[in-house]
Nanobody, 112 residues
Framework: QVQLVESGGGSVQAGESLTLTCAAS????????IGWYRQIPGAQLELVAV??????VYGAPVKGRFTISRDKAKNSVHLQMNNLKPDDTADYYC???????WGQGSQVTVSS
């Protein structure tokens, strides 16, 4: 079972930046996608950004502001979040699919 540990969440003002990091306990097989999803309490889970060996996909609300990158040597994935908005406030989860592994979540709060 792959363990995913997230770090880097916090509280910022609108327009500021944060970087989330997801560290995996072992190498993720190449046929999987790793990335970030977010959820506001009471709302559906939303794709933020995912990456595999060949592709990157961003959710529409974050395109142009967020950048996902992967460090295979360290089994980690980073999410650089720039120009944060209050609507970005959510719990952010790292996940590996289709293996269906999830991290514990990292809270991001953006105030106006």
């Amino acid at each position: 079972q792959v363990q995913l540990v997230e770090s880097g969440g916090g509280s910022v003002q609108a327009g500021e930046s944060l970087t989330l990091t997801c560290a995996a306990s072992e190498i993720i097989p190449s046929n999987n996608v790793i990335g970030w999803y977010r959820q506001i309490p009471g709302a559906q889970l939303e794709l933020v950004a995912v990456i595999n060996d060949t592709d990157v996909v961003y959710g529409a609300p974050v395109k142009g502001r967020f950048t996902i990158s992967r460090d295979k040597a360290k089994n980690s994935v980073h999410l650089q979040m720039n120009n944060l908005k209050p609507d970005d406030t959510a719990d952010y989860y790292c996940s590996v699919q289709p293996m269906n592994f999830w991290g514990q979540g990292s809270q991001v709060t953006v105030s106006s």
